[in-house]
């Protein structure tokens, strides 16, 4: 099992980003699958999910309407766009497959003035 992500970066209070999560190594189209972020000291913070077909999401109250979870299974991969984003969101992403299972190494998110 590997799990990618890529598209982190710096950006402003209020700005977007948009998260990849490449899959590999199982049948991606098989899997529920989660984002989740750490801020380093503190657990890890559940953000979105979506089921194997991609046509049910599931999001925190603190990103629902500003977060859009989705997947192209036919790339084997998953995203996450993320819009009006907060300083307080600062935190490494992880793609997860299913809900508590493999996790891939991770992409920083920094927002900041």
């Known amino acids: 099992v590997q799990l990618v992500e890529s598209g982190g970066g710096m950006v402003q209070p209020g700005g977007s980003l948009r998260l990849s999560c490449a899959a590999s190594?199982?049948?991606?189209?098989?899997?529920?699958m989660t984002w989740v972020r750490q801020v380093p000291g503190k657990g890890p913070e559940w953000v979105s999910s979506?089921?194997?077909?991609?046509?049910?999401?599931y999001y925190a109250d603190s990103v629902k309407g500003r977060f859009s979870i989705s997947r192209d299974n036919a790339r084997n991969t998953l995203y996450l766009q993320m819009n009006t984003l907060k300083p307080e969101e600062t935190a490494l992403y992880y793609c997860?497959?299913?809900?508590?299972?493999?996790w891939g190494q991770g992409t920083q998110v920094t927002v900041s003035s």
């Open positions: 997860v497959r299913g809900y508590v299972g493999a």
């Open positions: 190594g199982f049948t991606f189209s098989a899997y529920d």
């Open positions: 979506i089921n194997s077909g991609g046509d049910t999401t």
